[in-house]
């Protein structure tokens, strides 16, 4: 379990500091973004991306995602772990997202569940709540949906659309969610639906003020170099850093440098 609870998520406005989210995927990652300091852990579908080398999170299944998630929360103490329901594994009815919710918390030790998706989704998350899963809301740029969207597009600059987001975001907190998560959308109306909502919303393309940020792991850390959102900034040029690495480890395998005496048993 983790140190930090779902009633530690705060709102920026009640004078606390933006809540600090990153996804992870493996135990040795969790391990270090907890000790670096992270809130929340976000096992997110874009393992299938980033992890699995698929061009969409669709791909991705239950079976996969409770894999991940028990990765994750062996790595992890302080920081919360939400898990994504992914694509195919909750859309069908309130019970077939029960059914995997409750494998995410179960065997896969999360605290809390995202799923993506407004006004159909409503239902869904006051059955989950009902029954004792914390539920994170996933609006915007809902990336399950780039089939309807055309792409991965920045959502709500219509009017009609922004307006419909803030909607829908209350919706969801009436529904019972205890946080949303809000993807690309412009910076004017991320502020309009976290001022209308108590529920810490954390944004990733969302400019500054949301109650938190949220970043793919590998794009902070530059290692993935397939599409690349311009909101995902690179906090170290892991790409290079890596391939150096294992480059020098080739050359000295090849030369004979490597192993000296000091990597061997004598
Ligand atoms: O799957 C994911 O990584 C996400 C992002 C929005 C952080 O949901
Ligand atoms: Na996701």
Redesign the pocket.
């Known amino acids: 379990m983790s140190a930090l609870t779902v009633d530690n998520l705060h709102k920026s406005r009640d004078g606390q500091e933006p809540l600090a989210a990153i996804?992870a995927y493996d135990y040795t990652f969790a391990r270090l973004a907890d000790e670096a300091g992270v809130d929340i852990l976000?096992v997110?579908?874009?393992v299938g991306m980033v992890v699995q080398g698929e061009s969409t999170?669709l791909p991705v299944t239950l079976d996969q995602m409770v894999y991940h998630t028990r990765c994750v929360t062996r790595g992890r103490s302080r920081a919360l772990v939400v898990a994504?329901l992914p694509f195919r594994a909750y859309k069908s009815s309130p019970a077939q997202a029960l059914d995997s919710a409750t494998r995410l918390m179960a065997e896969g030790g999360c605290e809390m569940v995202k799923l993506e998706g407004g006004a159909p989704m409503v239902e869904t998350v006051a059955f989950l709540q009902d029954r004792d899963i914390p539920v994170m809301g996933?609006l915007g740029l809902t990336p399950q949906s780039v089939h309807q969207f055309g792409g991965f597009r920045v959502q709500g600059r219509e009017p009609e659309r922004a307006a419909a987001l803030v909607e829908e975001a209350m919706d969801m907190e009436q529904a019972g969610a205890r946080a949303l998560?809000l993807?690309a959308v412009p910076r004017d109306v991320a502020r309009r639906v976290t001022e209308s909502v108590s529920i810490p919303v954390i944004g990733?393309g969302a400019g500054r003020d949301c109650d938190g940020q949220?970043l793919?792991l590998h794009d902070a850390l530059g290692l993935f170099e397939g599409f690349q959102p311009r909101f995902a900034k690179q906090y170290l040029d892991g790409a290079a850093t890596v391939r150096e690495a294992i480059g020098s480890f080739c050359q000295e395998v090849r030369s004979g440098a490597f192993p000296t005496k000091e990597h061997s048993f004598e």
């Open positions: 996804t976000l997110g579908d874009t999170t994504d996933h998560l993807e990733i949220v793919v």
